[in-house]
């Protein structure tokens, strides 16, 4: 059985591992790869968190805008309860999901 990671971090997620540029996960599940639903949610996810990145912003040449994260965190929440309750509708059994997010959005 495979594990599907997900994690948030700059041009990349929620999937670990996903392409930025279209939102399509990189783990090679067919299901999850090819699936529209996954594809569209991982990448507003994606798009947000690194929306959270500023570069040469506050004196300093990346600074990560934590007010806005704090912000976004009721959408987050909710993207990713989406994106877990697609996985586990197309889940044939070949993997699991290991959840990352969760616990860093907690201690929000």
């Not at 500023?54 to 976004?72: P, V």
């Given at each position: ?40 949610i991982n990448f507003e996810m994606a798009n947000m ?53 969760t616990p860093e959005y907690e201690n929000l």
């Open positions: 059985m495979r594990t599907i990671k997900l994690q948030l971090d700059y041009l990349q997620g929620a999937i670990w591992t996903s392409d930025i540029e279209t939102g399509e996960p990189i783990t090679g599940i067919d299901i999850i790869d090819k699936d529209n639903t996954v594809i569209k968190y690194s929306s959270y990145y500023e570069f040469d912003s506050h004196d300093q040449a990346c600074w990560f805008n934590k007010e806005q994260q704090i912000k976004d965190k009721p959408k987050m929440l909710e993207l990713l309860a989406k994106l877990k309750a697609r996985l586990n509708e197309i889940n044939d059994g070949s993997f699991e999901i290991e959840d990352l997010i």
